[in-house]
């Protein structure tokens, strides 16, 4: 019975909303069917009030409608809304019945080319195009539905797979058959199972859309990933009253401790740092011959490195040095294509100009080298 609570106040909340709005036939619904849940003498006095009388006793004050006041809405309920069609509760929570089947679309996907509606032989442009108009569409901050926020997560996660060259050769010959799996083992579709993101789903949108929408919402994180709160039953185990059972339990957690600890004393640190790194002794600055990019090595490189192991060294540096030229271009072309299209979206003038003169450095600083190289 205590686990119908909660929905008993979600149908307490909406019957009061509607007799407020004067329907009274909608309010003795909810409220019967709350009383039927979970029944308390304070909702019974409303009732008893509405049949008797029509009008709820005087010393009855409704309470506001709580954040999440749904209570199986029927399609078209529309208590405190506008002709718009919404479903909402006093406080402003409002979203509309095609929300709600939207975000139950992205839930029964079964994979994520279904989550952005692609096909396998979809362009680069066309996960941008679908990324944008999706990711818009289900922003917690303005589609309010229940379960928006997983479908976010859920676009989030497919664009940075698929967006990512390696992961999505990985995802098109693995992930069918790790999801057959997860259906099978774990119920629903588990898509953060195998193929996670390296970025958080709010981390991605605020990079294409440059901060996106001023959140309320609380968001979590964890070491740059968002946390995605699924809850396993607990389980309680009987253990011995000796130690041996623990130090088995540990055995696997203390090998992996041990194999962690050898193998890192065994790789030696990289001669060279991009930045100033004292910890670990790159300090001396130096510059390739080539391309001239600036780099850090410890105080014996000199000695250690000459002639061809020198020229190796400064291969491998001026590489580093374009893969993370790349990248910053790719972020920073992302970012403000993301302006862009957030402008031409809201019809912002401002925005559009703000993002029309944003600089791209890392592209410049990109072209600069290989113009040199190609020279």
């Not at 976010?152 to 799996?181: C, H, M, W």
Request: charged content about 30%; aromatic content about 10%.
């Amino acid at each position: 019975m205590e686990g119908n609570r909660d929905e008993a106040e979600r149908c307490t909340e909406i019957g009061l909303n509607a007799l407020k709005h004067g329907s009274r036939e909608e309010a003795l619904k909810y409220l019967r069917k709350a009383q039927k849940l979970y029944p308390t003498d304070r909702v019974k006095d409303v009732i008893d009030s509405l049949t008797q009388n029509g009008y709820p006793s005087g010393n009855f004050k409704p309470t506001e409608a709580s954040e999440s006041s749904e209570c199986h809405q029927r399609k078209g309920s529309k208590f405190g809304g506008s002709g718009s069609g919404e479903a909402a509760g006093e406080t402003g929570k409002t979203y509309t019945v095609d929300q709600l089947e939207a975000v139950k679309r992205i839930k029964k996907c079964k994979d994520y080319y279904e989550i952005l509606g692609l096909n396998k032989e979809a362009s680069e442009e066309d996960l941008k195009k679908a990324y944008k108009k999706l990711a818009l569409k289900f922003h917690p901050d303005k589609n309010r539905a229940p379960g928006a926020t997983e479908a976010f997560k859920a676009i989030g996660n497919a664009y940075a797979v698929l967006s990512n060259p390696d992961k999505r050769k990985q995802y098109d010959i693995y992930g069918d058959e790790r999801q057959a799996t997860n259906r099978h083992s774990h119920g629903p579709t588990d898509y953060h199972r195998g193929f996670e993101a390296d970025i958080s789903p709010e981390d991605l949108f605020n990079m294409f859309f440059g901060g996106g929408f001023p959140s309320g919402n609380v968001h979590v994180y964890s070491n740059g990933r968002m946390r995605y709160t699924y809850h396993r039953p607990e389980r309680r185990e009987q253990h011995g009253d000796g130690g041996l059972a623990l130090f088995v339990q540990l055995m696997p957690i203390l090998i992996l401790v041990i194999v962690s600890v050898i193998s890192q004393m065994m790789v030696s640190s990289p001669p060279y740092s991009l930045s100033h790194r004292p910890s670990i002794g790159h300090i001396h600055r130096r510059a390739t011959e080539v391309l001239n990019v600036h780099y850090f090595v410890a105080e014996k490189f000199a000695e250690e490195y000459t002639g061809q192991n020198l020229k190796m060294v400064e291969r491998n540096v001026e590489e580093d040095f374009i893969a993370n030229l790349r990248n910053n271009c790719w972020k920073e072309k992302q970012q403000k294509e993301g302006l862009l299209y957030r402008a031409r979206y809201f019809g912002d003038v401002d925005l559009y100009q703000k993002a029309q003169k944003m600089s791209t450095p890392s592209c410049t600083r990109l072209s600069e080298v290989q113009a040199s190289l190609h020279g």
